[in-house]
């Protein structure tokens, strides 16, 4: 592998917001820290979470978060690997987290929409979240309503594969 990496910078009307694409062989240690460093110098207003796992306190990216919720008095954070306990309440939480990127679906349950494979509506009027790496979850019914509209809107019609 080179130690140098390729840059292109490709002018597009059609993207209001930059957008980046890495294209590599395998997900190497220089891909994570290119993505962290422009993951630092892009999202800096929305820090990283810190959160609690074997006794240590790590700091997780809000990219790799899929889903924040409780369980008990306790809450906890999740990403596609690994599980950990925050020492906020949801609500704090929700301030703290990126309003495009995550949407509370229930009194106790915050979720990432880009992580989100598909919604499911069935016909007893619920909606069932299915996230890429198999999680599954759903809609309280209190906020069908709200999530359907959102849908119909277009809000979150990229992230709806």
């Not at 209001?16 to 294209?23: G, N, S």
């Not at 596609?80 to 703290?96: C, G, I, N, P, S």
């Not at 906020?143 to 849908?151: D, F």
């Amino acid at each position: 592998m080179k130690d140098m990496v390729e840059i292109e910078v490709v002018l597009d009307e059609q993207y209001a917001d930059p957008h980046v694409t890495i294209k590599t062989r395998t997900n190497t240690r220089q891909v994570e820290n290119i993505i962290r460093a422009i993951e630092n110098v892009s999202n800096s207003d929305y820090p990283q979470i810190a959160a609690i796992r074997d006794d240590k306190q790590v700091f997780v990216s809000q990219r790799d978060i899929v889903r924040v919720h409780t369980e008990g008095r306790k809450v906890i954070l999740e990403t596609e690997d690994e599980t950990y306990t925050v020492r906020k309440t949801l609500a704090v939480l929700e301030d703290f987290l990126d309003s495009e990127r995550f949407l509370r679906i229930s009194q106790s349950e915050i979720i990432n929409l880009y992580k989100v494979k598909c919604f499911d509506f069935n016909m007893a009027g619920t909606i069932g979240v299915e996230f890429d790496c198999g999680i599954k979850s759903w809609v309280s019914r209190s906020r069908v309503k709200q999530i359907k509209a959102m849908l119909s809107q277009g809000r979150m019609s990229e992230v709806i594969r």
